[in-house]
């Protein structure tokens, strides 16, 4: 038989997804299953959204160009312009969705055997998707201790070497919620410069900062323009994250160039997505500002609850929809599996991701989960009395 590559046999399998199987068996037991193990946002997507995709009339549904269709990404230009991100149409190409813009970021700017270096807990993705450029990520641990704050400008500077090519942020942070600071911010962009690397940034949920000072993109940093690579989608911001409608926006023409033999690669980004993405652009004020409330009332509650059970403590996250987690467990995979396989509280159970899958090092997140505040606070308020009855009764509870 033959034997399969030695690539498939490293790619990490998903944190967020890997426990869906015991999800959908404890489903088939009966059991009502608590799903904050992903961000699939349960608000509807905006009505313009629905509209444009109810009235699409063609009669062919023809390629798009492979940079995204002209329209899509004049309306990225002025969507842009709202957060003073200063690019012209032809810096953003559009991509199925912001996992294809960080792949082909990497595949654009990397060798084998370059690395990057990423701040983590960290999306688990960037692993995969340095796996599949055969680059390297270089990992440099944040603690839960100081809310995932950016690790010491020092810790950064011992980890670069000839191979470095960058540094990939993510920003508001996915998983932790974290929200980099101006002076974190200043002191990344003096690394960049300073070591000449490509500073990759994940800006998928600018939309959702709860500290009330203005939001700092990698694109505000003076003096490294060309040195940026920004992550955008739409997903998060319109709750349309199946429409996989994301973009690639850089000022450097070389990457530029790269990057659209890999878009011409695979023809063209989904072009029913970007329709339905286009006319997302022009969503109401109100509705932003309704979902941003909401969240920040989930947000409030779910860290209140969190923090009132014994042994448990999160941080409160600054943006995003996530929090990581500490519980009092001996190893919280083994408990997220239990709580699905297992445990059940008047017929209902959580479903969390742990947090091991998050970082480099399988001792890092042992006793960390990610939760997701994407349900409702009613639903999320019964999650959080599984979840206490849960650690209850776990036979490897920490006292």
């Known amino acids: 038989m033959p034997e399969v590559s030695n690539r498939g046999n490293i790619m990490p399998a998903s944190p967020i997804r890997r426990l869906v199987p015991l999800a959908n068996e404890a489903i088939k037991r009966g059991v009502k299953v608590y799903r904050l193990n992903i961000g699939q946002p349960d608000i509807p997507t905006p009505p313009k959204a629905i509209d444009a995709l109810k009235h699409i009339d063609r009669e062919v549904l023809e390629y798009s160009p492979s940079e995204g269709l002209l329209s899509l990404r004049e309306k990225l ?15 953003i190409i559009v991509t199925t969705g912001g996992s294809e813009a960080v792949l082909f970021a990497f595949m654009a700017c990397l060798d084998p055997g370059d690395e990057i270096i990423v701040p983590e807990p960290a999306y688990a993705n960037y692993m995969a998707f340095a796996i599949s450029a055969g680059a390297k990520i270089v990992t440099i641990p944040a603690s839960i201790d100081n809310s995932f704050a950016l690790p010491p400008v020092e810790e950064f500077e011992k980890l670069i070497t000839p191979r470095t090519k960058g540094i990939l942020i993510c920003n508001p942070n996915n998983p ?73 926006i850089t000022k450097h023409k070389g990457l530029k160039t790269n990057v659209m033999k890999f878009c011409q690669a695979r023809l063209s980004p989904p072009l029913i997505g970007q329709l339905i993405a286009e006319a997302s652009i022009d969503t109401p004020a109100d509705y932003m500002l309704e979902t941003y409330n909401e969240y920040l009332e989930r947000r409030n509650f779910l860290i209140d609850a969190l923090n009132k059970i014994p042994g448990v403590y999160s941080p409160i996250p600054m943006g995003a929809f996530y929090t990581v987690a500490h519980l009092p467990v001996d190893d919280a995979d083994k408990f997220c599996q239990w709580c699905l396989r297992e445990f059940d509280y008047q017929g209902q159970t959580i479903f969390m991701a742990p947090a091991s899958g998050f970082y480099s090092k399988p001792e890092l997140g042992r006793q960390q989960v990610r939760l997701a505040y994407v349900l409702k606070k009613e639903e999320l308020s019964k999650a959080m009395t599984v979840l206490a009855k849960a650690l209850e009764a776990y036979p490897g509870r920490e006292m």
Do not use: W
């Not at 600018?206 to 700092?216: D, H, L, S, W």
């Open 77 to 91: 230009k002025e969507y842009y312009h709202r957060f003073n991100i200063e690019v012209d149409v032809n810096d």
């Open 176 to 248: 932790t919620g974290y929200l980099y600071t101006m002076k974190e911010m200043l002191q990344i962009r003096d690394l960049v410069k300073r070591h000449n690397l490509f500073l990759f940034s994940d800006e998928v949920y600018r939309e959702f900062c709860y500290t009330g000072a203005p939001y700092i993109s990698a694109f505000h940093l003076p003096d490294i323009e060309e040195q940026v690579v920004l992550i955008d989608s739409v997903s998060k911001r319109y709750n349309e994250c199946g429409i996989r409608v994301g973009a690639l």
